[in-house]
T-cell receptor, first 116, second 114 residues
Framework: AQKITQTQPGMFVQEKEAVTLDCTYD???????LFWYKQPSSGEMIFLIY??????QNATEGRYSLNFQKARKSANLVISASQLGDSAMYFC?????????????FGAGTQVVVTP | ETGVTQTPRHLVMGMTNKKSLKCEQH?????MYWYKQSAKKPLELMFV???????ENNSVPSRFSPECPNSSHLFLHLHTLQPEDSALYLC?????????????FGPGTRLLVL
């Protein structure tokens, strides 16, 4: 069964606006990590932000922040002040502590296009 | 060089060819991974190596053969591939396998099997 769900296949956002990318996950493991990656058309998977299941505060990294709602099993990525260079595929991923050697489970991704 | 590098970046091969993909990490990590990314499918984990030992093999066909000679290098040897093996192959590394450890990816090798 799919453990990471990204319901938005694609989004358009205007430059300088904020955008929220949805991610829900499914696990019974109390200890897990949630990650967001960006994949431009060049193919490289670029790490953006991490949230641990026991972290009390939402993670932030520059223009990226993670809206972590543990009870809802939701880990939405917020990109503030979008730039043209933010156009890419964005993937949400999870790593469960009980999964030995850290299999990263990815969602299907959301394609973001930033327009001028 | 920094981060994770992969060569070649692009590869076209026939079904009878033998080729190898190379990955090198300059991060001092002790775990390395191969992932496959096919069109319209989520990334699939293929192999995991920890301290040069294979710790996971995710039911990958034997036509894919990994090799990890040391903690900085990882290879994926390919032979008698099928057209459905055409995909982006991504290498990653991390410091350990805990749920909090971030995996850092290379730029990938785009493989086309004719």
């Amino acid at each position: 069964a799919q453990k990471i769900t990204q319901t938005q296949p694609g989004m358009f956002v205007q430059e300088k606006e904020a955008v929220t990318l949805d991610c829900t996950y499914d696990t019974s493991d109390p200890s897990y990590g949630l990650f967001w990656y960006k994949q431009p058309s060049s193919g490289e998977m670029i790490f953006l932000i991490y949230q641990g299941s026991y972290d009390q505060q939402n993670a932030t990294e520059g223009r990226y922040s993670l809206n972590f709602q543990k009870a809802r099993k939701s880990a939405n990525l917020v990109i503030s002040a979008s730039q043209l260079g933010d156009s890419a595929m964005y993937f949400c991923a999870m790593r469960e502590a009980t999964d030995s050697w850290g299999k990263l489970q990815f969602g299907a991704g959301t394609q973001v296009v930033v327009t001028p | 060089e920094t981060g994770v590098t992969q060569t070649p970046r692009h590869l076209v091969m026939g079904m009878t060819n033998k080729k190898s993909l190379k990955c090198e990490q300059h991060l001092g990590h002790n775990a390395m991974y191969w992932y496959k990314q096919s069109a319209k499918k989520p990334l699939e984990l293929m192999f995991v190596y920890s301290l040069e030992e294979r710790v996971e093999n995710n039911s990958v066909p034997s036509r894919f053969s990994p090799e990890c000679p040391n903690s900085s290098h990882l290879f994926l040897h390919l032979h008698t591939l099928q057209p459905e093996d055409s995909a982006l192959y991504l290498c990653a590394s991390s410091q350990g396998g805990g749920s909090q450890e971030t995996q850092y990816f290379g730029p990938g090798t785009r493989l086309l099997v004719l």
